[in-house]
């Protein structure tokens, strides 16, 4: 929340206060919305977005990546997850991000991640049923038990398997900030979780935009989370407290690009892809372009 100080008539400060809040109201989870809601919006809009910079800090210094994997994942899913990870930090993909500075002008497209430091596997410490503030718990507990480090200049990420019950409102996934999970900390993550066969057909862009029945790396639900951590990390980046670079109407830089995917290639199983990190294909989401406009590639 921005709070103004007005020293004389203050109509016109009320205005920009009221302009602010309606703005965080419209924009107060960090969620990637599903295809059948993306749909929707996209159909009501029929004006140019507009991304406006509303005076918060955004992660300039080069960022330093920390997943904790909940539940039960195998050696592949692992490795299509942190190979995406270890390389999409400097690429044409995220550089879009750069784009987005604070008021000094300070700008960074790096994540720094190694699997052996920097993840932790969380078996059901919760058990397979999740409810409400779950996501603060279970990074909390990462953290004081001495699995990840604490840094508040990093962005947590919590992943969780498909065969854990989740709250509905989760889907497809969500970035946000909490003072919770580190007394004294202002600590960034983002909840991607993997999604069981009922969500794919929402939260997977090779299932949803191109019908395909595989993904590019073999795994719908583990590319759907590169896919989903695309859109949540250049949000985190670049409006990491939810009171940086949003249109009027609170869509961050990857909503506005939502679900679409620009120029793509068919990876060697038939599936839709559109970039390669590291030795692996992938789908994931264009990003907003401000200055020209247009949901970005590469840049």
């Not at 800090?57 to 190979?83: C, E, R, W």
């Not at 397979?128 to 038990?145: V, Y």
């Not at 909490?178 to 991607?192: P, R």
């Amino acid at each position: 929340m921005k709070y103004w100080l007005c020293f004389l008539l203050s109509l016109s400060c009320v205005a920009v206060v009221a302009g602010q809040n309606q703005a965080r109201q419209n924009q107060t989870d960090g969620h990637r919305q599903n295809f059948e809601k993306e749909k929707k919006t996209k159909a009501a809009a029929n004006k140019t977005p507009v991304i406006l910079y509303h005076g918060g800090p955004v992660m300039v210094a080069p960022k330093d990546l920390y997943v904790v994997y909940y539940g039960s994942f195998t050696t592949t899913q692992h490795a299509i997850l942190d190979n995406f990870l270890q390389n999409v930090g400097g690429s044409g993909a995220f550089n879009v991000n750069t784009e987005y500075s604070d008021a000094s002008g300070a700008v960074s497209n790096i994540l720094n991640y190694s699997p052996t430091t920097d993840s932790f596997n969380d078996a059901y410490s919760l058990g397979k049923s999740l409810s409400r503030s779950f996501d603060i718990t279970i990074i909390h507990n990462a953290i004081a038990n001495g699995h990840l480090p604490s840094d508040a200049n990093g962005i947590y990420i919590l992943t969780i398997s498909p065969d854990v019950t989740l709250p509905k409102s989760v889907w497809c996934a969500y970035h946000t900030h909490s003072s919770s999970i580190v007394v004294g900390q202002d600590i960034k993550y983002a909840v991607a979780p993997d999604p069981p066969l009922s969500e794919q057909a929402n939260c997977s862009g090779n299932v949803a935009n191109f019908k395909d029945t595989t993904s590019p790396n073999g795994d719908i639900g583990m590319d759907a989370v590169a896919d989903d951590l695309i859109h949540e990390l250049s949000e985190t980046s670049t409006d990491p407290d939810l009171n940086a670079w949003f249109t009027k109407n609170g869509a961050e830089n990857a909503d506005i690009c939502n679900f679409v995917y620009g120029t793509t290639f068919l990876a060697p199983n038939g599936s839709h892809a559109n970039h390669v990190f590291g030795t692996r294909n992938y789908l994931v989401q264009t990003i907003w372009d401000r200055v020209g406009s247009f949901c970005s590639l590469s840049h």
